[in-house]
């Protein structure tokens, strides 16, 4: 080989070293680097650290309006574990109803208790509606979810201009008459919570046919099973929400604002020019008195009613 040859060769090679190794520099200085750079700017994260599920420690003791649960019984503890679980860990929902409680339990304790109703009921309202004015698939209507006929029978009127169903006030003192016929039926405020669901006939019905006395003991259909647990864990989750990881400010919780009445016993023509009357809209005309279901008031029978005006607008 003459060396001319050789020299160029060698010079090609040692070239192709050169460039190599100095791309292998290059590359390996900006792998470096942007390892210092993405570990500067986004810090390792952990699934661990960053979001756990804890198992919740059931308490030693629990009671219902007095009433204690026999947690002794394996039965009873996982049906009340599970309704813990499901009620914590629904977060946005269990918030909301701590916000909304805050606005709708000052008016619902006085008439428990004026009915000599134990205040644990009122998170059966929660269970039954989420305390909004919802109607289920059967009809059951508003807060305490009351079916059409149960209404009429306890004297709220229901018709295409009024449905006292949705008036808080009243749907909550005819649920405290329900309630009490109950309690006199089966002596018991945990049977009287769970007729509220499966009604008096079917709760009396399972009693007889199961020879037993107790709700504990009875063999329910899968809602009525969880729903007297469904009540029991919210009543112990929003009583003890900053214990179960729920953080808030009072002034994150909803108020309901001053109001007062006024009395009407003569036909309304125009709800919307009704509210202009207290410097009101008909939204929040309608968001006080959803009983009121239609844009005007017949009154054929010259009945006295109290719409709610705000307070502010008088």
């Given at each position: ?20 190794l100095g791309a292998y520099f290059i590359s390996t200085s900006f792998i470096s680097n942007n390892e210092v750079k ?75 208790e004026e009915y000599g109703i134990p205040d644990d009921f009122k998170y059966l309202a929660i269970a039954e509606s ?172 010259k009945k006295t009613y109290h719409i709610k005006v705000i307070q502010s607008s008088l």
């Open positions: 080989m003459k060396l001319d040859t050789f020299f160029k060769k060698t010079s090609f090679a040692v070239g192709i070293a050169t460039l190599t993405t570990t500067a700017e986004e810090p390792e994260k952990s699934f661990e650290k960053d979001y756990n599920v804890f198992a919740i420690e059931l308490p030693k003791e629990i009671d219902f309006a007095g009433e204690s649960l026999p947690l002794q019984i394996n039965d009873v503890k996982e049906r009340l574990d599970k309704e813990l679980l499901v009620n914590t860990y629904w977060q946005s929902n269990a918030l909301l109803l701590l916000k909304r409680s805050n606005k709708f339990f000052p008016i619902i304790e006085p008439i428990l989420g305390l909004e004015h919802v109607v289920s698939p059967a009809g059951a209507t508003g807060f305490w979810q009351i079916m059409k006929a149960t209404a009429q029978d306890y004297g709220l009127e229901v018709n295409a201009n009024v449905d006292e169903r949705y008036h808080i006030e009243k749907a909550t003192r005819v649920a405290c008459q329900y309630l009490q016929n109950s309690k006199k039926r089966f002596g018991s405020w945990t049977l009287a919570a769970a007729a509220y669901n499966a009604g008096n006939a079917g709760i009396s019905r399972e009693l007889k046919r199961q020879e037993v006395e107790d709700y504990y003991d009875l063999l329910l259909n899968a809602e009525t099973s969880r729903y007297v647990f469904r009540i029991i864990a919210l009543k112990h989750i929003l009583t003890n929400a900053k214990d179960f990881g729920f953080h808030y400010q009072d002034s994150d919780l909803y108020e309901l604002e001053t109001y007062t009445t006024v009395e009407v016993d003569t036909a309304v023509t125009d709800f919307v020019k009704f509210a202009e009357q207290f410097n009101m809209n008909y939204k929040t005309l309608k968001l006080y008195n959803p009983w009121l279901r239609d844009k005007h008031l017949n009154n054929y029978s």
